[in-house]
């Protein structure tokens, strides 16, 4: 297939493959570092490019509502936004996700306020964590392309109808240029296919309700529902992975793993971080260490089977956290971590991180010193800031 | 009239939960109320705003179109047919004219019997409902 390459920031890359998707419909509020993607985006609308129908709207909390109401009467439906933003959209993700509507959001990851700070961190898709939504990290502006692209399935397929977050990385991937490599239109719009929703609200033909009233009697039974498409997503995240691999050349996983087969050692993380701490690795194997990285994509669903069966045969195990849960203990990405672990029953010597917070940089002799530390690793290492002023 | 739901396991359940339109039907309210709306039939107009406004079904007309009674089953007691009725507006501005300084609206105008003889739709306590209007 032929293929353009581009230089493409992160935001340029997203929207690129929302011009391709083509949806239907999109709502959507500006917001820094996210606001570049809906902008672009609307001079593709301007322009004539899509034939998507833009609803500008005065808060990300009306931004969802109407994406809500639009993939409701069936039509195929995006969004972007980050930190504030989708903390504003936070009540109604939950019903999304209830309603089994397929929404692609495209988040950038910025820190929650406070203290306000509009640089990188995980804590605005973390604190979404638990509301229904599928949730992939991109590494890179290719990352970002290719997942938003894949994500259209993913939601959409029958056995999922699961709403669909991809993020990258604040600044460090939305603002930085990258190599691109996008594909020809023609080519993702036979990939994502025509959307065929299972309801529409607006069939007068055959009139139903959505978002009935539920209480004792099916509320438990709604949920259980939910996690059976939960469920389903890990097998149709990969059949599409894998069809998206034979039809563009580049084949996704749940996880990245970079030089895991022998590792003693293993960094995880999720995100940018990882193009850091992969240039890290290759000079600790110069210096003879056995270290691999295990690169997280998919946070929801969480790939358990595939991270312990990865980090069962190292000898110590780092997991960098870029989000606070705050509960003193390991951060959301390593307590996660740690319960696959002990449902897998291995107990190998952990050190957790926090790092980055509010888009504090983490430099290659920062993974180094993990990495260093981790030969005196311990079980039960309490969780340590990395990075930090002390 | 639609079907209840039959959901018997979490596997009977529609894909995000969509029923069959119209089960409020099977849904009665009008234990809500904390007061009743009275239909006078000999001050009705037959305008249909009363109709147009109930947020509920609980204004019954026939087919031929004319309202008649209502059906309490579905009737929260809010006083929107009371308050849209324009005979509630035509009564208050008439009795205005006699006393300017006349406070009355379409919630408590049963109060006054010149009002209650002229309006269309009065809204009255619960007690007077069951007293003199035989509504439970």
């Given at each position: 297939?032929?293929?353009?390459?581009?230089a493409r920031t992160g935001n340029e890359a997203?929207?690129?493959?929302?011009?391709?998707?083509?949806?239907?419909?999109?709502?959507?509020?500006?917001?820094?570092?996210?606001?570049?993607?809906?902008?672009?985006?609307?001079?593709?609308?301007?322009?004539?490019?899509?034939?998507?129908?833009?609803?500008?709207?005065?808060?990300?909390?009306?931004?969802?509502?109407?994406?809500?109401?639009?993939?409701?009467?069936?039509?195929?439906?995006?969004?972007?936004?980050?930190?504030?933003?989708?903390?504003?959209?936070?009540?109604?993700?939950?019903?999304?996700?209830?309603?089994?509507?397929?929404?692609?959001?495209?988040?950038?990851?910025?820190?929650?306020?406070?203290?306000?700070?509009?640089?990188?961190?995980?804590?605005?898709?973390?604190?979404?964590?638990?509301?229904?939504?599928?949730?992939?990290?991109?590494?890179?502006?290719?990352?970002?392309?290719?997942?938003?692209?894949?994500?259209?399935?993913?939601?959409?397929?029958?056995?999922?109808?699961?709403?669909?977050?991809?993020?990258?990385?604040?600044?460090?991937?939305?603002?930085?240029?990258?190599?691109?490599?996008?594909?020809?239109?023609?080519?993702?719009?036979?990939?994502?296919?025509?959307?065929?929703?299972?309801?529409?609200?607006?069939?007068?033909?055959?009139?139903?309700?959505?978002?009935?009233?539920?209480?004792?009697?099916?509320?438990?039974?709604?949920?259980?529902?939910?996690?059976?498409?939960?469920?389903?997503?890990?097998?149709?995240?990969?059949?599409?992975?894998?069809?998206?691999?034979?039809?563009?050349?580049?084949?996704?996983?749940?996880?990245?793993?970079?030089?895991?087969?022998?590792?003693?050692?293993?960094?995880?993380?999720?995100?940018?971080?990882?193009?850091?701490?992969?240039?890290?690795?290759?000079?600790?194997?110069?210096?003879?260490?056995?270290?691999?990285?295990?690169?997280?994509?998919?946070?929801?669903?969480?790939?358990?089977?595939?991270?312990?069966?990865?980090?069962?045969?190292?000898?110590?195990?780092?997991v960098l956290d870029r989000s606070e849960s705050?509960?003193?203990?390991?951060?959301?990405?390593?307590?996660?971590?740690?319960?696959?672990?002990?449902?897998?029953?291995?107990?190998?010597?952990?050190?957790?991180?926090?790092?980055?917070?509010?888009?504090r940089e983490i430099y290659i002799e920062d993974?180094?010193?993990?990495?260093?530390?981790?030969?005196?690793?311990?079980?039960?290492?309490?969780?340590?800031?990395?990075?930090?002023?002390? | 009239?639609?079907?209840?739901?039959?959901?018997?396991?979490?596997?009977?359940?529609?894909?995000?939960?969509?029923?069959?339109?119209?089960?409020?039907?099977?849904?009665?309210?009008?234990?809500?109320?904390?007061?009743?709306?009275?239909?006078?039939?000999?001050?009705?107009?037959?305008?249909?705003?009363?109709?147009?406004?109930?947020?509920?079904?609980?204004?019954?007309?026939?087919?031929?179109?004319?309202?008649?009674?209502?059906?309490?089953?579905?009737?929260?007691?809010?006083?929107?047919?009371?308050?849209?009725?324009?005979?509630?507006?035509?009564?208050?501005?008439?009795?205005?004219?006699?006393?300017?300084?006349?406070?009355?609206?379409?919630?408590?105008?049963?109060?006054?019997?010149?009002?209650?003889?002229?309006?269309?739709?009065?809204?009255?306590?619960?007690?007077?409902?069951?007293?003199?209007?035989?509504?439970?």
């Open positions: 297939m032929e293929k353009t390459i581009l997203m929207a690129e493959a929302m011009r391709q998707i083509n949806p239907d419909v999109c709502a959507a509020y500006p917001i820094t570092p996210a606001t570049e993607i809906m902008q672009i985006f609307s001079g593709f609308v301007s322009d004539g490019l899509v034939k998507t129908k833009l609803i500008t709207v005065e808060s990300e909390h009306s931004a969802m509502s109407a994406c809500l109401g639009s993939a409701a009467a069936g039509a195929r439906t995006m969004t972007a936004t980050s930190s504030q933003g989708l903390a504003l959209m936070h009540e109604i993700l939950f019903i999304v996700s209830a309603l089994r509507l397929p929404i692609v959001l495209a988040d950038v990851n910025r820190a929650l306020s406070g203290p306000i700070n509009i640089h990188c961190d995980h804590s605005d898709t973390m604190a979404e964590r638990d509301t229904g939504w599928i949730q992939i990290y991109a590494e890179n502006s290719q990352e970002a392309y290719d997942l938003l692209i894949q994500a259209v399935r993913i939601g959409e397929h029958r056995d999922v109808l699961l709403p669909v977050c991809v993020s990258t990385d604040g600044f460090i991937i939305s603002h930085g240029m990258e190599r691109l490599e996008t594909y020809p239109d023609a080519e993702v719009q036979k990939f994502v296919g025509e959307y065929k929703p299972v309801y529409n609200i607006l069939d007068v033909d055959n009139p139903i309700t959505v978002g009935s009233l539920v209480l004792t009697d099916y509320y438990l039974e709604h949920k259980r529902a939910q996690h059976e498409a939960m469920k389903n997503s890990l097998r149709v995240m990969s059949e599409v992975f894998s069809e998206f691999g034979k039809t563009f050349g580049r084949t996704y996983d749940f996880c990245e793993k970079y030089r895991c087969d022998d590792a003693e050692y293993i960094l995880v993380c999720l995100s940018s971080t990882a193009g850091t701490a992969k240039a890290a690795i290759e000079e600790l194997r110069n210096q003879g260490m056995k270290a691999g990285l295990l690169k997280i994509r998919a946070f929801r669903p969480f790939p358990a089977e595939q991270i312990t069966n990865t980090l069962k045969n190292a000898k110590a195990i780092a705050l509960s003193t203990r390991s951060g959301p990405v390593a307590t996660e971590i740690k319960a696959a672990l002990y449902d897998a029953c291995v107990n190998k010597p952990m050190q957790t991180y926090i790092y980055g917070l509010g888009g993974i180094k010193k993990v990495f260093n530390n981790l030969k005196d690793a311990k079980c039960g290492g309490q969780v340590e800031y990395l990075g930090v002023k002390e | 009239m639609s079907k209840k739901p039959e959901i018997k396991t979490w596997k009977d359940i529609n894909t995000g939960g969509w029923i069959e339109s119209g089960t409020s039907e099977h849904f009665k309210t009008g234990d809500w109320r904390s007061k009743v709306p009275i239909w006078q039939e000999k001050n009705c107009i037959q305008c249909m705003q009363c109709f147009a406004f109930c947020p509920d079904d609980a204004i019954k007309v026939t087919a031929e179109g004319k309202r008649t009674g209502y059906d309490y089953g579905f009737c929260k007691g809010c006083g929107i047919c009371a308050e849209e009725c324009p005979i509630t507006a035509k009564t208050i501005k008439e009795l205005q004219k006699k006393g300017p300084n006349v406070k009355i609206d379409a919630w408590d105008g049963a109060k006054n019997p010149e009002y209650a003889e002229k309006a269309a739709i009065l809204m009255v306590s619960i007690k007077e409902a069951k007293e003199k209007h035989n509504i439970k």
